[in-house]
C-alpha cells in the first residue's frame, strides 16, 4: 500500500495558504475600496452630510425669520459676504442648502429605513410561508402596485395635516411595494435549499429558520435595496416639495428650493437652481453607486474562503 509522507511539501504549502486568508471584515473592505467610484461616493455623501449639520454652527446665518431679510437684498448674486447669492426672499443660499439639506437627508434616510424594514418583513414572511399565504399577501401587494405611487403621495399629504413626521411615515409605510417582492424572491429559493430543509428536519421553526438562515443569505439584497430606498425617499420627498407639498415653512427642504428657484431663474437668477440641482443629483447618483458596491462586498464569489 502507497502511504503520503508526512513530509510532503504540499501540506506545508496549503496550511501557508490558510493562514494568508484575510478575516471576512478586511476582504470586504477591501472590495469596496477597490470600487474608486463607491469611495468617491461615499466621501462624497459624508462631505455634504458634515457640511449639512456643521456649516451653520460655524457660519450661521437666517434661514426662518423672513421679516429679518427686509434689509437684504433678495435675489443678489453671488459675492463675498453670501457665496451663493440669496434667493428670492432674502436668505442666504449657501446656508439655505445646508439647512434644506438637513431635513432632506435625515427624512430620506428615516422614510428608507421604514421602507427596508417593512419590506424585508413582508418579503420573507411571503415568500417563506408560500402557498395560501403567499397568494394572498402577493395579491394585496399587486393592488397597491396598481395604483400610481406619487398620485398616492400626493393623495395622502392633502388629506393629511402635513408635518415632518407625516412625510416619512407617508413615504416609509408606502414605499416598500418593490423592496417586498424582491426579498420574496430570496426567501422563495433559500427555503428549498439543502441546509434549510436540514434545518427543517432536526425540528427548526420557520421563524428561526428565517432568522438563521433566511435573513442572513439575504443580506446582499437587503442592504442593496436599503441603499436604494434611501435615494428614492430623497427623491420623492424632493418631488413632494417641488409640487409645493413639501416641509412646511420655515422649514425647507431641497425639493421646495428648486421649486422657488425655477420661478425665478427666467430672471437670470442662475445661483437660485443650478447649485442645488448639482448638489442634489450626486447625491442621489452617489447614493446609488453606494449601493452597487455594497452588493460586491456580500458578494460570495468575490470572498477568499
Given at each position: 500500500m502507497t502511504t503520503i509522507a508526512a513530509s510532503s511539501p504540499?501540506?506545508?504549502?496549503?496550511?501557508?495558504?490558510?493562514?494568508?486568508?484575510?478575516?471576512?471584515?478586511?476582504?470586504?473592505v477591501r472590495i469596496f475600496v477597490h470600487n474608486k467610484l463607491a469611495v468617491a461616493s461615499l466621501a462624497y455623501v459624508i462631505f455634504i452630510t458634515?457640511?449639512?449639520y456643521l456649516w451653520p454652527i460655524f457660519h450661521p446665518t437666517n434661514q426662518t425669520n423672513q421679516a429679518a431679510t427686509f434689509n437684504v437684498t433678495w435675489n443678489s448674486p453671488p459675492s463675498m459676504h453670501n457665496p451663493?447669492?440669496?434667493?428670492?426672499?432674502g436668505f442666504d443660499e449657501l446656508g439655505r442648502i445646508a439647512?434644506?439639506?438637513?431635513?432632506?437627508l435625515a427624512l430620506g434616510f428615516l422614510a428608507g429605513m421604514i421602507?427596508?424594514?417593512?419590506?424585508?418583513i413582508y418579503g420573507?414572511?411571503?415568500?417563506?410561508?408560500?402557498?395560501?399565504?403567499?397568494?394572498?399577501?402577493?395579491?394585496?401587494?399587486?393592488?397597491?402596485?396598481?395604483?400610481?405611487?406619487?398620485?398616492?403621495?400626493?393623495a395622502l399629504v392633502t388629506i393629511f395635516n402635513r408635518t415632518t413626521m407625516l412625510l416619512i411615515l407617508i413615504i416609509g409605510f408606502t414605499g416598500?411595494?418593490?423592496?417586498?417582492?424582491?426579498?420574496?424572491?430570496?426567501?422563495?429559493?433559500?427555503?428549498?435549499?439543502?441546509?434549510?430543509?436540514?434545518?427543517?428536519s432536526m425540528g427548526a421553526g420557520r421563524m428561526r429558520i428565517i432568522r438563521?438562515?433566511?435573513?442572513?443569505?439575504?443580506?446582499?439584497?437587503?442592504?442593496?435595496?436599503?441603499?436604494f430606498s434611501i435615494a428614492d425617499a430623497i427623491l420623492f420627498l424632493s418631488a413632494l416639495g417641488f409640487l409645493g407639498l413639501g416641509i412646511v415653512a420655515p422649514q425647507t427642504d431641497w425639493g421646495t428650493m428648486l421649486q422657488q428657484g425655477t420661478e425665478q431663474l427666467q430672471n437670470g437668477y442662475w445661483w437660485e437652481v443650478y447649485p442645488l440641482a448639482v448638489v442634489f443629483i450626486l447625491v442621489v447618483v452617489a447614493i446609488n453607486y453606494i449601493g452597487d458596491a455594497l452588493r460586491d462586498i456580500f458578494e460570495v464569489r468575490l470572498i477568499q474562503r
Amino acid at each position: 500500500m502507497t502511504t503520503i509522507a508526512a513530509s510532503s511539501p504540499d501540506i506545508p504549502a496549503l496550511a501557508s495558504d490558510v493562514d494568508k486568508i484575510d478575516p471576512l471584515w478586511r476582504q470586504r473592505v477591501r472590495i469596496f475600496v477597490h470600487n474608486k467610484l463607491a469611495v468617491a461616493s461615499l466621501a462624497y455623501v459624508i462631505f455634504i452630510t458634515l457640511f449639512c449639520y456643521l456649516w451653520p454652527i460655524f457660519h450661521p446665518t437666517n434661514q426662518t425669520n423672513q421679516a429679518a431679510t427686509f434689509n437684504v437684498t433678495w435675489n443678489s448674486p453671488p459675492s463675498m459676504h453670501n457665496p451663493l447669492g440669496t434667493d428670492s426672499s432674502g436668505f442666504d443660499e449657501l446656508g439655505r442648502i445646508a439647512y434644506g439639506g438637513e431635513y432632506s437627508l435625515a427624512l430620506g434616510f428615516l422614510a428608507g429605513m421604514i421602507t427596508i424594514v417593512v419590506g424585508t418583513i413582508y418579503g420573507m414572511v411571503s415568500g417563506f410561508f408560500g402557498g395560501i399565504t403567499d397568494t394572498i399577501m402577493m395579491r394585496i401587494l399587486d393592488a397597491f402596485l396598481s395604483i400610481p405611487y406619487l398620485f398616492l403621495l400626493i393623495a395622502l399629504v392633502t388629506i393629511f395635516n402635513r408635518t415632518t413626521m407625516l412625510l416619512i411615515l407617508i413615504i416609509g409605510f408606502t414605499g416598500w411595494w418593490g423592496n417586498a417582492r424582491i426579498i420574496r424572491g430570496d426567501a422563495l429559493l433559500i427555503r428549498n435549499l439543502e441546509y434549510s430543509q436540514a434545518a427543517r428536519s432536526m425540528g427548526a421553526g420557520r421563524m428561526r429558520i428565517i432568522r438563521r438562515h433566511v435573513y442572513p443569505n439575504s443580506i446582499s439584497n437587503i442592504v442593496t435595496v436599503a441603499t436604494f430606498s434611501i435615494a428614492d425617499a430623497i427623491l420623492f420627498l424632493s418631488a413632494l416639495g417641488f409640487l409645493g407639498l413639501g416641509i412646511v415653512a420655515p422649514q425647507t427642504d431641497w425639493g421646495t428650493m428648486l421649486q422657488q428657484g425655477t420661478e425665478q431663474l427666467q430672471n437670470g437668477y442662475w445661483w437660485e437652481v443650478y447649485p442645488l440641482a448639482v448638489v442634489f443629483i450626486l447625491v442621489v447618483v452617489a447614493i446609488n453607486y453606494i449601493g452597487d458596491a455594497l452588493r460586491d462586498i456580500f458578494e460570495v464569489r468575490l470572498i477568499q474562503r
